[in-house]
Structures are given as structure tokens and as C-alpha cells.
């Protein structure tokens, strides 16, 4: 394979940069041309295609976000939509896809892989929600931004002595809240995976309130409710003065941690060689510290499992 090309897709995640620069730069290594598509799955339908030398990957190793744009792209949703993009990679002389995005994004590539075009995935989501991998790139940057507002709140929680909810993001995975509230020391952990009632939460925090804990941190995941809803009810039911904060799309942006940089450098270089061989149709992940790759339907087919033990520990360390 002679000319690949690369897209990011979806939600963008810090380590998306440092992904790119790999596939570039080890492409460029093994004799390849690559090209960056602009704004997902879109660059392909607009033809909105350009190549990527040694130089236009310089600098952006530490850079937050992603220099090719992302965008999500219901076209491509669509038979019309993947028809021309299939036109546009023709045209191109394009032999192989690397996207870089999370489960959303690999149905896409596993349609191109299955349309003739060789495509890899790699996982990009700062939610860490693909069953496959043990990380996903940008999880750690996330995870570490919402633990450095947790240890800010925290200063101020204990010198007034309130309760802190800090409202994560994680839709369907509690990843996000349960690690940082773990490594934060947060009192309590809620995430969409666990059920937990008003009540049972309000009788903890009196408890505790009772054995002389006068503040605290609580974690939520924006799955598991609304932060301010959550301190209302808390307000109405107990002696804490209780305070809200979303950290919303802050926990996206930012240089990313070394973990995600080398973890994209690692699979970016993991993509290009499997599409050196002619190889399409997989996905690039993590398992026990080792990079893997798996066939897409195969990945995304797996079912996400919680980490109960993890969360146990949560448990009982925490309140
Ligand atoms: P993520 O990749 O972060 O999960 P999305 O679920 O929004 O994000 O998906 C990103 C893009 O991937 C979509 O906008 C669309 O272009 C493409 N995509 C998602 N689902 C499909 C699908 N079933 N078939 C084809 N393309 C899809
Ligand atoms: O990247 C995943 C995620 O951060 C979710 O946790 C969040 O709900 C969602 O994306 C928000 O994305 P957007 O505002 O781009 O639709």
C-alpha cells in the first residue's frame, strides 16, 4: 500500500494530535504518501482532502483537539453519502483509511472495509466506553483534568465546610468519575452504571456528617444525573450547604497526557503497518499493557463490562 489516509471522527479526544503525526511520520518511514481527511467522515464526501508531509505534523504532539477537524456526519449514515465517498477515495487513489474516533466512528469503518477500501480504527473517546481496549486515547487527559478540579474544590469545600458535587462526563460509562473520583478521594461515586436513590445517598452523607465529615466531594457522572438537581435534593435533606459545578466540555480539550501521547503513538504506528500489509477491517486497542488488534464487528459487538472490583474499592476506601 502506497497512499493512505487519515480521519478523526466523532468527539475529539487530547492525543488525537499525536496519533495523526504518528501515522504520518511512520507512514512516510515505510515509503507511504498520507493524506489528512478534514472533518470526519465529511472530508471524505466534500472531497475535502490534502497530503500531510513530515512538516505539517511538526508541533501538535502536545496540542489538545485535532488538526484535522472532526465532525459528526449523518451523510454517511446514508447509502447516497457512502457512495460518494467511495467516488472520492477512488479518485483519490486512496488504499487504506485510518479513523481515529470511538464505536460511532468505527461503524463507518467497517462499512469502508466492507465497501473494498482497507480501513483500521483507533480508539479516540475520552468516555474510555469501547469494550475492546483497555484505554481509550484521551481518557487519561480526561481523567486528570476532572481530578485537578476535584483537588481545587476540594480546598474550598473543606475551609467552608460544604459538599462539592462535580458533574463529570461519561453518558453511558462512568470511566471519567469513577478514576478520578478514586485518585480525587471523593467521598461518593455515581455513575449510569450503578443505581442509587436520593434517600440511601442522603442517609450516607448524614451519617458520615454525624461521625464529624463536615465537607466532601461527589463525583457524578452526567449519565448518572444532573449535578444541580443532585445538590438541590441534598440541600432540602440534610445540614450541608451542598454546591454544583459541570465541568462539561473542559474535560475535552487540553495537551495531552504522556500516557494518551504514547498510547497514540503506539496504535498510530500499529494502524499504518497492518495497512502496509493490506490488512483492513480492525481495530487497534490495549490489553494488558500490550497493543492488540481485532476485527471491527468483532469489537464492537462486545459488550461493555463495569468494573465492579474497582468500584468496590471505591467504596470502601471513600466516606
Ligand atoms: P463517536 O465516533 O465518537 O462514537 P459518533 O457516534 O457521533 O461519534 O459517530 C461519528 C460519525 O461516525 C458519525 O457522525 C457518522 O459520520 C459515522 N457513523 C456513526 N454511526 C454510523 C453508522 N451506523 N454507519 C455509518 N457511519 C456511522
Ligand atoms: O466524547 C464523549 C462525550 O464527551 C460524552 O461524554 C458527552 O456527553 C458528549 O461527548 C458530548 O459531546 P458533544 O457536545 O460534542 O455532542
Known amino acids: 500500500m502506497k497512499k493512505i489516509g487519515v480521519i478523526t471522527s466523532g468527539g475529539d479526544a487530547p492525543g488525537m494530535n499525536a496519533g495523526i503525526r504518528a ?16 472533518r470526519g467522515y465529511a472530508g471524505l464526501i466534500e472531497d475535502t482532502i490534502y497530503p500531510l508531509n513530515m512538516r505539517s505534523v511538526s508541533d501538535i504532539v502536545h496540542r489538545g483537539g485535532t488538526i484535522l477537524k472532526t465532525a459528526r456526519c449523518p451523510e454517511f449514515k446514508e447509502k447516497e453519502g457512502q457512495d460518494r465517498a467511495i467516488e472520492i477515495i477512488k479518485k483519490r487513489g486512496l488504499e487504506g483509511i485510518i479513523v481515529m474516533g470511538g464505536d460511532g466512528s468505527f461503524m463507518g469503518a467497517k462499512i469502508l472495509s466492507e465497501r473494498g477500501i482497507p480501513t483500521i480504527g483507533i480508539p479516540c473517546t475520552i468516555d474510555n466506553d469501547l469494550p475492546y481496549t483497555d484505554y481509550t486515547i484521551g481518557f487519561d487527559t480526561a481523567g486528570n483534568t476532572a481530578l485537578d478540579a476535584i483537588n481545587k474544590l476540594r480546598d474550598t469545600m473543606t475551609s467552608h465546610e460544604r459538599i462539592s ?3 463529570v462526563m461519561g453518558r453511558h460509562c462512568g470511566d471519567i468519575a469513577l478514576y478520578a473520583g478514586i485518585a480525587g478521594g471523593a467521598e461518593m461515586i455515581l455513575v449510569p452504571e450503578k443505581k442509587f436513590t436520593i434517600e440511601s445517598l442522603c442517609k450516607k452523607l448524614i451519617e458520615s456528617y454525624d461521625e464529624g465529615k463536615k465537607s466532601g ?7 448518572a444525573g444532573h449535578a444541580e438537581d443532585l445538590a438541590r435534593e441534598i440541600n432540602a435533606r440534610t445540614n450541608f ?29 500499529h494502524a499504518v503497518k497492518l495497512l502496509k500489509k493490506g490488512v483492513g477491517n480492525r481495530v487497534v486497542g490495549i490489553k494488558n499493557n500490550k497493543i492488540i488488534d481485532m476485527d471491527i464487528t468483532e469489537a464492537i459487538s462486545l459488550k461493555r463490562k463495569f468494573d465492579q472490583s474497582l468500584y468496590n474499592i471505591a467504596e470502601i476506601v471513600s466516606l
Request: glycine fraction near 16%; hydrophobic fraction near 45%.
Open 241 to 269: 450547604e451542598v454546591r454544583a459545578t459541570v465541568l462539561g466540555h473542559i474535560q475535552r480539550g487540553g495537551g495531552p497526557s504522556m500516557v494518551d501521547r504514547i498510547l497514540a503513538t503506539k496504535c498510530g504506528v
Open 217 to 223: 466531594i461527589i463525583v457524578l457522572a452526567e449519565g
Open 165 to 167: 458535587i462535580v458533574e
Open 23 to 38: 501515522i504520518v511520520r511512520y507512514g512516510i518511514y515505510l515509503g507511504m504518501q498520507v493524506y489528512g481527511i478534514e
